[in-house]
């Protein structure tokens, strides 16, 4: 593996009684582009909000570069850019407004969130609310603003939803060449195409636990032309994997 950006030391989280994840270990080196995988509640949002620092696993710990949150908060969040699976924006505020006040947060000018605003196809659309925007249009905006500091580690939660065909490319070339220049990508996704195109190593969560861990070429030539689907129907137990349903 390349050098070590993440890692997760025997982390768990529960949520009041219920564990969502348990004796998690998992290390991702540097300029990788990782995907996580899984069924709904299997825990992939819970791993990424704790490595973006919004919430802390119950026990064990979780570095970014060697840094512990709770040690230095704020050397750790430059580390990170993360784009969330969801997010209930500001009505009134326009793309422009928005962006800009997020780059502020980050230490960064004007210049720098209509720079990522065009980057992201919205510098058209910049003096619009980002409430009127449909879902991909949003979806790129919380894109945009993941790359703002251009991290070294960038985390997004199902960042494809609702991205019509043409920014799925954009984002997948996007994507790698972030990872090209050095930056480590960790998403989480359901489709699982995105995942093979885009993604070295693909991590199976289940029951917030890892099922399976590996190289995407790996998984790809151990389950032959199927890949992913038949992974996907072999773990999670569906009648009928494989051959998609026909
Ligand atoms: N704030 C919360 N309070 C209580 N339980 C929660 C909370 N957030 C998530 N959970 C539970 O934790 C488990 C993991 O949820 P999580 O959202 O991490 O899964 P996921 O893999 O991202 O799912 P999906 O694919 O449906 O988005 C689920 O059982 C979920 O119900």
Redesign the pocket.
Known sequence: MAEELVRFNSVH?A??N?T??EAMNLNIGRGSAVA?C????????????MLAGI?LPTSGSITVDGILWKENRKAYAEKIGYMP?DYRFSSGLTAMETMTFWAKLRGLGKERAAEVLTFVGLSDTGKKPVTSFSKGMRQRVLFGQALLAKPPLILM??PTNGLDPYWMETFVSLVRGAAASGSTVLF?T?QLPIAETLADRIVF?KD?GIVLDGNTADIRSAYGSDGLHKVFGELFGLAGSGNHGQ
């Open positions: 989280k949520y009041k219920k969502v994840i996580l899984g069924g709904n509640g299997a825990g992939k949002s819970t791993l990424l909000r919430m699976d939660d199902e989480s359901h969560l917030g």
